[in-house]
């Protein structure tokens, strides 16, 4: 399957819209981070409790539970910073809670709450219905999972660094790793407008992003390096077009299909994955969009400067 062939768009000279486009969604992020205090962590790094209550109504004439009734009664009886949301059905809820020194109690306190509160949901069920889960994480644990994701993608970075600067030179490493940078900012950044916390499935996908994007930069890496040779004659410019034209319908062809799963798995995955699969549907979308227009143009933009600063050091 073939289109886009024998196309010659002349990407590069777009290259300082495309790094004002990045440059404003890195900054956005970063004003989303400072309104919110930081990076939204999930129960899975702050500690806390996780539960999944069923309010499936007792009888069919009554009408299914309000959200925002349950935020209100659980706001007056201490549970003010609690995150509450539906889970696939309006019926199961999810209720998260930070952690305290005493996790039975709280889960005590909330059943009852809940119970004297909602009779209509709860009366009719044994413990085991109602509360259909319970998950605690204690704080430390999650500051030593934050710690190890967080080493985890740096070492991810530092071994693509390393093997691109085997496979090519250290200039495509760097270009690739800046635009990986870009990519996983920039999607963290766009969680935290959308009000997603990064939660360990989060941090999942990230990883899976980073993959993805590399493959798609090393692609055309290839092509790059291949087509140095053949258009000796060419400017640095040019070749660069000309190899990113050559492999624009496979990257089409290739984040369009990738896109179809990742859409699949938006809408009919669940909450259970919406945070994974909502990062997915953003990292595919800007890591196409930077192996074009972000470490391509590294690399032109790099190989300007250099001969800028070898004309000035012969000046002198």
Same mark, same amino acid.
């Given at each position: 399957m073939n289109f886009l062939t024998n196309?010659?768009?002349?990407?590069?000279?777009?290259?300082?819209?495309?790094?004002?486009?990045?440059?404003?969604?890195?900054?956005?992020?970063?004003?989303s981070w400072i309104i919110h205090g930081g990076p939204q962590y999930g129960i899975d790094f702050t500690g806390g409790t996780l539960f999944e209550f069923d309010f499936t109504p007792d009888t069919q004439d009554t009408p299914p539970v309000e959200i925002q009734q349950v935020r209100d009664v659980l706001g007056s009886e201490g549970f003010s910073d609690? %995150?509450?949301?539906?889970?696939?059905?309006?019926?199961?809820i999810l209720i998260k809670i930070k952690a305290s020194e005493n996790p039975k109690e709280d889960e005590e306190k909330l059943l009852s709450v809940l119970r004297s509160n909602f009779s209509k949901y709860a009366g009719n069920k044994t413990e085991i219905d109602f509360l259909r889960r319970s998950e605690h994480v204690g704080s430390k644990v999650g500051e030593e999972l934050r710690g190890k994701a967080v080493i985890a993608i740096l070492l991810a970075l530092l071994g693509i660094i390393i093997y691109i600067w085997w496979r090519f030179e250290l200039t495509f490493g760097l270009a690739a790793v800046l635009a990986l940078f870009h990519d996983v900012i920039i999607t963290i950044g766009l969680l935290s407008i959308f009000n997603i916390?990064?939660?360990?499935?989060?941090?999942?996908?990230?990883?899976?992003? %980073? @993959?993805?994007?590399?493959?798609? *930069?090393? %692609?055309?890496?290839?092509?790059?390096? =291949?087509?140095?040779?053949?258009?000796?004659? =060419?400017?640095?410019?040019s070749v660069i077009n000309h190899s990113i034209n050559d492999v624009l319908s496979r990257t089409v062809i290739t984040s369009f299909t990738t896109l179809i799963v990742v859409v699949i798995l938006f809408?009919? @995955?669940? =909450? @259970?994955?919406?945070?994974?699969? *909502? *990062?997915?549907?953003?990292?595919?979308?800007? @890591? *196409?969009?930077?192996?074009?227009?972000?470490?391509?143009? %590294?690399l032109v933009a790099y190989r300007n400067w250099k001969t800028k600063h070898s004309e000035r050091k012969h000046r002198r």
């Open positions: 196309t010659h768009i002349d990407f590069i000279s777009k290259r300082k819209i495309a790094f004002i486009i990045s440059g404003l969604l890195i900054l956005a992020g970063i004003v609690a %995150v509450i949301q539906e889970f696939g059905n309006p019926n199961i916390e990064i939660t360990i499935s989060v941090i999942a996908a990230l990883l899976a992003i %980073v @993959g993805y994007s590399l493959n798609d *930069t090393i %692609v055309l890496f290839v092509r790059i390096r =291949e087509d140095l040779k053949i258009y000796r004659k =060419e400017n640095y410019d809408f009919f @995955g669940g =909450e @259970g994955i919406r945070a994974f699969s *909502t *990062t997915l549907l953003i990292g595919v979308i800007i @890591g *196409t969009y930077s192996s074009i227009f972000i470490a391509s143009p %590294v």
